[in-house]
């Protein structure tokens, strides 16, 4: 969402996110926030049958958002990420969903947050790619990784380098997990996502039945 519409966006917030939306003191951050939420809200009410500006998203720190209905309003299980000009949205009628999008930054320092937050596999997998692949490859694994853990909702408590992510260019990723009492973590379906250039995103999905993919670029 470069172009930040956000005709007619602000009023189908609630209070609190319009709230959020003036403390940031940059206009463009302020447009991006709004255009996000309010492409969100659009989202739900779309798949709930409410309207946008009706719909009660609880947050809470350390917690997934939640979406709270009336009886009778479908259920639904959402993710929402979001990095430089573009912000991603995961829907979902069955499954809970993480989602991750990563803006490519040359001047991102791999070997050094590698060697911290990655498996040994992995990063001995990153030092043997070729050099012009090397930096996409670190933003596949860990756009993966946040997927993964945003998917469980337990955030950074799982420890990154206990999330080994294998690639291959004939099937979906998979992904173990080592941490104590997340081994469920290696059970959800991943799907790596190219949603526009110079971006890496990762969708998981905690269910082991074959997941659909829709995408929309509204």
């Not at 030092?127 to 337990?154: H, M, S």
């Not at 379906?189 to 998981?204: D, G, I, K, N």
Request: hydrophobic letters at 40%; a negative charge.
């Amino acid at each position: 969402m470069p172009a930040f519409d956000t005709a007619g966006s602000e009023e189908i917030l609630s209070p609190a996110e319009k709230a959020r939306a003036a403390r940031y003191h940059f206009d463009e951050d302020r447009q991006r926030y709004i255009a996000g939420r309010a492409s969100l809200r659009r989202i739900l009410a779309d798949r709930t049958s409410t309207p946008a500006g009706e719909l009660v998203i609880e947050e809470s720190e350390g917690e997934k958002p939640r979406l709270t209905l009336t009886a009778g309003a479908p259920g639904i299980f959402f993710n929402v990420s979001h990095s430089g000009d573009y912000a991603v949205i995961a829907a979902s009628d069955t499954a809970e969903v993480g989602i991750d999008i990563e803006q490519i930054r040359v001047d991102c320092p791999i070997d050094q947050l590698a060697r911290r937050y990655y498996a040994t596999a992995e990063f001995e997998w990153l030092r043997n790619l070729p050099e012009d692949k090397k930096l996409q490859g670190f933003y596949r694994l860990w756009t993966i990784k946040e997927a993964v853990l945003k998917c469980a909702g337990v955030g950074l408590s799982v420890p990154t380098q206990s999330i080994r992510v294998q690639l291959a260019e004939d099937h979906a990723p998979t992904v173990t997990c080592s941490a104590t009492g997340q081994k469920a973590l290696g059970e959800f379906q991943v799907r790596e996502l190219s949603p526009v250039e110079h971006y890496a995103s990762a969708l998981a999905v905690s269910t082991k039945e074959e997941v659909r993919i829709f995408l929309d670029d509204a």
